[in-house]
């Protein structure tokens, strides 16, 4: 019982930190009109940097030339990440935009996986595209999906160099420097964009909640919740992001979405999830081989 009291609470955190990152998306949004997306990107990635490091506190001395250049691949990765998540959400829905991002992990977990079982969420995710695209193209905006389309590939690899920089460096030492890095790449960018907005108080306070709410407070929540919950149950959980992001944005922003969009939502919901279970299952199966087995099978890539 304490075990499932212990779960349950924490799939409760992992909900509530989707809550606050939609919620801080819905507030970037509103601030387009002042700062631009690359205004709103640079503020969320500086803040974020800026309360990282104060955590963290990460040791400049003593690391490899390699771990170096993955602090600065992953740096490219955050900006690239953010920069076309928001410059996709700047010509498309909420939720939308998050369900063409989601393919990207998806698809990474499709590629690494083995059997007939991937082609099946291959398929389910192919058919939530379409059904996107059927019950709203005239309302999509193509450059929009390109930007999107681009968020998804940057957070494929984005699950990549964390793994990397995640080995290189101890607690959160790695990530704080490559949100750092990120937050210089994407500095005069914002600058340029978002202009004499910057020197408003009440702007900068409002990019500093997008920032909590899109990642400080969303982190801190998962991080308490991978204590308790299986790596499974909390990819399974982080597979309702779209579902989130359109229910904040019919909230938030007024966005409404026809039933073929949140039908092609939810088949990419749905093949998030079965993309999931075959890996935990491939997991569990790597780790405990059948007896008939005559080694060991290899923990599966990703």
């Known amino acids: 019982m304490i075990a499932r ?13 989707l809550a606050c990152q939609e919620v801080g998306a819905s507030f970037a949004v509103m601030l387009f009109p002042e700062t631009g997306p690359l205004g709103i990107v640079m ?17 400049l001395r003593g690391h490899t030339a390699v771990a170096w250049r993955s602090v600065i691949g992953f740096g490219v990765v955050l900006a690239s990440m953010n920069g076309l998540f928001y410059l996709a959400l700047a010509r498309l829905p ?33 058919a939530g595209v379409v059904a996107l695209g059927a019950g709203g193209w005239d ?4 450059l929009g999906v390109v930007f999107a389309l681009g968020a998804a590939v940057s957070w494929a690899l984005y699950i990549l160099a964390s793994a990397r920089v995640g080995r290189e460096f101890p607690r959160l030492d790695g990530l704080a420097l490559a949100m750092a890095v990120g937050a210089v790449i994407v500095l005069p960018f ?9 020197l408003r108080v009440d702007i900068l306070a409002l990019g500093a909640a997008v920032a909590l709410l899109s990642s400080t407070i969303p982190y801190a929540l998962e991080l308490v919740a991978l204590r ?35 039908a092609g939502i939810a088949l990419v919901i749905a093949a998030s999830i079965g993309a999931v279970l075959a890996a ?18 290899s923990e599966p890539v990703g």
């Not at 990474?108 to 082609?119: C, K, M, N, P, V």
């Not at 919950?229 to 966005?255: C, K």
């Open 5 to 17: 009291g212990g779960q349950g609470s924490a799939a409760a955190l992992v909900l509530v930190g």
């Open 43 to 59: 503020l969320r990635l500086v803040f974020s940097a800026l309360l990282l490091l104060l955590i963290a506190r990460p040791r």
């Open 94 to 126: 909420l939720g939308v935009t998050v369900t063409i991002e989601v393919l990207g992990p998806l698809t990474l977990s499709i590629l690494t996986a083995t059997g007939l079982a991937r082609w099946l969420w291959a398929g389910l995710a192919l």
């Open 139 to 142: 309302r999509l905006d193509l």
């Open 190 to 198: 914002g600058v340029w964009q978002a202009g004499s907005a910057l």
């Open 228 to 262: 308790r919950l299986p790596a499974s149950a909390f990819a399974i959980l982080m597979s309702l992001g779209p579902a989130t992001a359109s229910v904040a944005g019919f909230l938030l922003l007024g966005q409404h979405l026809s039933w073929l969009e949140i």
């Open 280 to 297: 935990a299952r491939r997991g569990s199966a790597a780790r405990h081989p059948g007896p008939d087995a005559d080694e060991p099978l």
